[in-house]
């Protein structure tokens, strides 16, 4: 009889398991089936923006010849390859005001912060006289979905990235305490010191400054304050041992491989940038465009009313065409 009670017991505790499961899951399609729809973008659309600036973006060079030793027996040649250089799309960096509104549908499940929402923050610089305004962006860094796919499958003419698709290497809601509260930065030199990384050219035409890395900037163009965050992100995934809760993004594969150097404000071969929302672009540029006498504003037409940016990060990636042999070299 106790057996058979035990038994029941451990089937309802199990079916009651099961229902809160379920429920739980439903909530939570329903919750993401309510935050799709209202999304700028989605994973399709980013792997077509993608695909359709890769002409322009690509960059695609001859660079010179690389040397393989090839041996039957006793005898051996050397054999050569093309080294090419070109760009990859290695991440999507998205920048939004609010928890939870990632402009990639799919991924912004990944945005949720509970410590602190975005949105605007004031004080005064002297009672009374004047208030200036920080904006608070979330950033997240996504590996882009094409670079373990199409681009891998091009192996044999071009280079690997080990970026890997999906793959979150920046999310500010898991740095919060750096995020927020920028310690250590807020010590370093380029912190305090105007000029030092800069975006654009101090003191004519600058958006902002790279450092410190936090979520907090002061008030000004919409999309050019998204567009230093999404650099300030990229600035960090691609260094060694900084203070923030990353995953590190560097590297390639294949004999004779160079990995790109890291990204460097006002440096288009230190990684460029494709809009993919609001306003899905088919070229690169690198951030800090003087614009002060355009007629038209670098941030004309770009202007989301939700706040929610997406870039493509393009890295130049420099490697040997393969061929069967033994990799000793290349020219230059």
């Not at 912004?108 to 410590?115: H, Q, W, Y």
């Not at 904006?135 to 890997?164: E, H, Y």
């Amino acid at each position: 009889m106790t057996l058979v009670l035990q038994k029941k017991n451990k089937f309802y505790m199990r079916l009651q398991s099961f229902i809160i499961y379920l429920v739980i899951a439903v909530l939570l399609c329903c919750l993401l089936a309510s935050t799709v729809s209202a999304r700028d973008t989605n994973t399709i659309e980013i792997a077509n923006t993608t695909n359709l600036g890769a002409p322009a973006c690509l960059d695609y060079r001859i660079k010179g010849v690389c040397l393989w030793l090839m041996c039957w027996g006793p005898f051996c040649r050397v054999k050569t390859s093309p080294r090419i250089s070109h760009y990859n799309p290695d991440v999507v960096v998205s920048v939004y005001a609010r928890t939870f509104m990632n402009p990639w549908a799919e991924m912004a499940i990944l945005g949720m912060n509970p410590i602190y929402k975005g949105g605007t923050v004031s004080a005064p610089i002297r009672k009374g006289i004047s208030r200036w305004k920080l904006r608070f962006k979330n950033v997240d860094v996504i590996g882009n979905p094409l670079v373990s796919t199409t681009f891998r499958f091009r192996a044999m003419w071009a280079c690997q990235s080990k970026a890997i698709s999906f793959m979150p290497y920046f999310l500010s809601n898991l740095d919060s305490f750096s995020w927020m509260w920028g310690l250590p930065e807020r010590l370093f030199p380029q912190s305090y010191i105007p000029g030092l990384r800069e975006i654009g050219t101090f003191p004519l035409n600058t958006w902002g400054s790279v450092y410190p890395r936090v979520g907090f900037i002061a008030d000004g163009s919409e999309v050019k304050r998204s567009a230093v965050m999404a650099q300030r992100a990229a600035d960090i995934i691609t260094r060694r041992r900084q203070p923030h809760v990353y995953r590190r993004l560097r590297g390639c594969w294949g004999q004779g491989c160079e990995a790109p150097p890291t990204v460097k404000e006002n440096n288009p071969n230190r990684g460029k940038w494709q809009m993919i929302s609001p306003k899905p672009s088919l070229t690169c540029d690198v951030f800090g465009k003087n614009d002060v006498l355009s007629p038209v504003s670098w941030a004309g037409g770009k202007h989301d009313d939700e706040k929610q940016y997406a870039w493509n990060l393009w890295q130049k990636y420099t490697c040997c065409i393969p061929r069967i042999g033994l990799y000793i070299g290349h020219v230059p």
